[in-house]
């Protein structure tokens, strides 16, 4: 899978979850999405998780930054394209 | 032995600073504040003393376990490790409340264990706990040297009651720091802040609260309720954030940048919010280090949410009301999440405002009432429950003309009033000096006034010292 592939996934996945047109870059961070706060934070890892055929560490989802960091996460455990 | 008491800001802490400042050397530096934070913490309970240096090298050993090579051995350390410090907390924090739930449950009668809470015991364990996740997730190596480590577990400025300040937030610090003259003006001017709130204005408003709350709690008015659990709330608020100031600023002499731990919480327009404002570090490390805790195999919203908010509320304390105020915060939080901040945003702003004070203010009430007869009569009396009338004639109408300025103060200071005003002086080069000079002279007034007050009236500790 490619990172291009992931990110298309990834921004049709956030624009279901928080309701609106949403375009990830690798920079991108909670504070830039309204509605993602560390609750929401939980629902976004799950659809993730469910999407691509992968578990992240608590960890992982605790100390994550940015899209970018997701997404590298994402292309090294995925299981599913 | 507090900060705001007289011993320790005119004794301890000038004698502490002399002695860094003559030392030049880094190494002897940490040695005078290792020193004196030991000596702190003699000075508060000195039976538990040996309880913080035990707990403080078996989390050093225990962390260079997680960081070393072995993946079983760590895994094995860091679960021997959360353990450890969780029944550290619950030997001497909950046996007395457990097994008085126990027995209430099974009828037994097993004589509860009268074991006195060891100082600042909820923080520590919670910094420990904080570093050895993070040195687990590879957020900071592990402390090669016992000597730094013992020093951030026992460092004076917040080991008691907070802010729980992370290894990571001091990693650096603990190593090299840089004090100039800004970062000492800085210090004072907190300290002499965080000593102005908790001695002026929650000293002065807890009489009020002991005025409204001591007696008869079911023959209080509809208002006398409100208006009761309304000063609790400001009075918790400049205890702890003045507490916090302090502690901020007592670091900041030493070189030590604290992360903050208020920023105006009643300002806020959702419960979210108010605990994105209020005990910030505490809220932080529940949201990392809990609330993505995998429950069957996979982080679970409603359930993480749960276990925070139940958690928050056992730890101030072990008595159901503090469980309950700690759900009654959680069940708000997850209303506002079903209801979706966009929607929440269309509400009108004052509607917002009033929504959260009378939220706030109740849970306050929850908060103050440790007895369950008390607290019922509280949580009635808020709604006319209690038979009595709206407004409590003159016990209610003395207080508040009695307390005018008081109260009036501490609206006032409660609300980013004075950042507001500076930062509009601070426009014009003339109205910077202006606002420099201001400051100086308020906060040495503030020091002036708070000290007269703590030589004429009794002391009252930092509340947040029994958590």
């Known amino acids: 899978m490619t990172k291009e592939a992931v990110y298309v996934a990834l921004n049709q996945l956030f624009s279901d979850i928080f309701d609106e047109e949403i375009t990830l870059f690798p920079e991108t961070t909670a504070k830039d999405i309204e509605g993602w706060d560390s609750l929401e934070h939980i629902n976004v890892i799950h659809s993730v998780e469910r999407r691509f055929g992968m578990k992240f560490k608590m960890g992982e989802i605790s100390t994550m930054k940015c899209v970018g960091e997701m997404v590298d996460l994402i292309l090294a455990r995925a299981t599913k394209e | ?467």
């Open chain 2, 1 to 467: 032995m507090l900060f705001a008491d007289l011993f320790f800001l005119y004794l301890f802490l000038p004698v502490c600073t002399v002695l860094y400042f003559i030392s030049k050397n880094a190494g002897y530096r940490n040695a005078v504040l290792l020193l004196f934070s030991l000596l702190f913490y003699a000075w508060g309970d000195l039976k538990s003393l040996p309880l913080l240096l035990a707990a403080a090298a078996l989390n050093f050993f225990l962390a260079r376990r997680i960081a070393g090579k072995n993946p079983a051995a760590a895994k094995a350390a860091l679960v021997c490790g959360i353990i450890l410090d969780i029944g550290l907390l619950v030997v001497f924090k909950y046996a007395a409340f457990l097994t008085e739930n126990f027995n209430a449950l099974t009828g037994l009668s097993l004589s509860a264990p009268r074991i006195a809470l060891p100082l600042g015991v909820s923080f520590y364990t919670f910094r420990l706990i904080s570093y050895l996740l993070d040195v687990r997730w590879e957020k900071t190596p592990a402390e090669r040297s016992f000597s730094r480590f013992l020093l951030f577990v026992s460092l004076f400025p917040c080991t008691v009651a907070g802010p729980v300040v992370r290894y990571a937030d001091v990693s650096e610090e603990l190593r090299i720091r840089q004090i100039t003259v800004e970062d000492l003006y800085a210090g004072v001017s907190r300290i002499a802040v965080g000593l102005g709130k908790k001695v002026i204005l929650a000293d002065l408003l807890s009489g009020i609260t002991a005025e409204i709350f001591g007696g008869d709690v079911a023959s209080l008015s509809v208002l006398g309720c409100w208006y009761g659990a309304a000063v609790y709330a400001l009075q918790m608020y400049f205890d702890f954030s003045g507490y916090s100031d302090m502690a901020i600023g007592i670091a900041r002499i030493f070189g030590f940048r604290f992360p903050e731990n208020f920023n105006y919480p009643f300002v806020c327009k959702t419960i979210a919010e108010f605990w994105q404002r209020w005990h910030i570090t505490l809220g932080a490390f529940f949201r990392d280090y809990l609330l993505y805790v995998p429950i069957f195999g996979s982080p679970r919203k409603y359930l993480g949410l749960f276990l925070v908010w139940f958690s928050t509320g056992l730890w101030h304390g072990a008595s159901w009301n503090f469980v309950i105020w700690g759900l009654y915060f959680g069940l708000f939080i997850l209303l506002e999440n079903l209801i979706g901040k966009k929607r929440i945003k269309k509400i009108p702003l004052p509607v917002r405002h009033l929504y959260t004070k009378l939220v706030i203010t109740v849970g306050f009430g929850i908060f103050y009432f440790t007895e369950p007869a008390r607290l019922g009569a509280f949580l009635a009396g808020l709604f006319g429950g209690n038979g009595n009338p709206f407004f409590g004639g003159e016990t209610l109408l003395h207080s508040l003309s009695g307390n005018l300025f008081l109260l009036a103060a501490a609206i006032l200071f409660s609300l980013p009033v004075v950042p507001w005003i500076k930062k509009k002086l601070e426009e014009t080069p003339a109205g910077l000096v202006l606002s420099g000079l201001l400051t100086t002279v308020s906060n040495a007034a503030l020091l002036v006034v708070s000290t007269v007050l703590m030589i004429t009236a009794e002391s009252h500790p930092f509340l947040y010292a029994n958590f």
